[in-house]
């Protein structure tokens, strides 16, 4: 069974994945998405995602080694390799997937019923904003793209198989590793 994860950014998507982690470290293993986009302050080549240049994108890309991808923001790719389900599967680990909301339907429609997926929502775009401004590492014009991205993204939530609201955290970490306990294990 495959897990897949999909949240606008800034809805505490990595900090739920990481309490599934924590109390799961043996079962599931995270997939690493390969992206264009340069690593931000603290990011690690093949832990966080395969920082890949476009060119090497699209060679991946024309030789068919990508389960999904997404142009996601202007001339910024993010795409799920094959071999991370090769690698994870070697591990006897489920895979974690963690990508944008297409990129979740397709790996949904890939895998079919060998895949759960999840989408976590924030509570309104106002605190979703509010969130992302607590960062501190969006500019004006950054965060106004995630903010309207975000809204497409939240119209697909009704795609997936659970929608996790989460307006408080501990709630919502438990709702989610309940879910997953449920369907997966």
């Known amino acids: 069974m495959n897990l897949i994860v999909s949240a606008p950014s800034g809805s505490g998507k990595t900090t739920i994945l990481k309490k ?37 994108f699209g060679n991946k890309l024309a030789d068919n080694e990508f389960l999904e991808y997404e142009q996601v923001y202007e001339n910024l790719y993010y795409g799920t390799l094959k071999s991370e389900i090769e690698r994870i599967n070697a591990l006897n680990k489920y895979p ?13 429609k890939h895998l079919g019923d ?39 993204e939240m119209a697909y939530s009704e795609c997936f198989d659970l929608v996790v609201i989460n307006d408080d955290l501990d709630k919502a970490v438990e709702e989610f590793i309940k879910a997953v306990e449920d369907h997966i294990l």
């Not at 982690?21 to 995602?49: C, H, L, M, W």
């Not at 974690?96 to 949904?108: E, T």
């Not at 014009?141 to 975000?150: V, W």
């Open 20 to 56: 599934l982690f924590e109390k799961y470290p043996d079962i599931f293993g995270f997939s690493i998405s390969a992206t264009t986009r340069k690593p931000r302050q603290g990011e690690v080549n093949a832990k966080d995602y395969y920082f890949i240049s476009p060119e090497e």
């Open 96 to 108: 974690v997937f963690d990508v944008d909301v297409k990129g979740g339907m397709n790996i949904k």
């Open 114 to 152: 060998r895949a759960f997926s999840i989408f976590i929502m924030p509570p309104s775009l106002e605190i979703l904003k509010q969130r992302l401004l607590n960062r501190k590492t969006e500019s004006e014009d950054s965060l106004k793209k995630r903010l309207d991205r975000a809204e497409m």
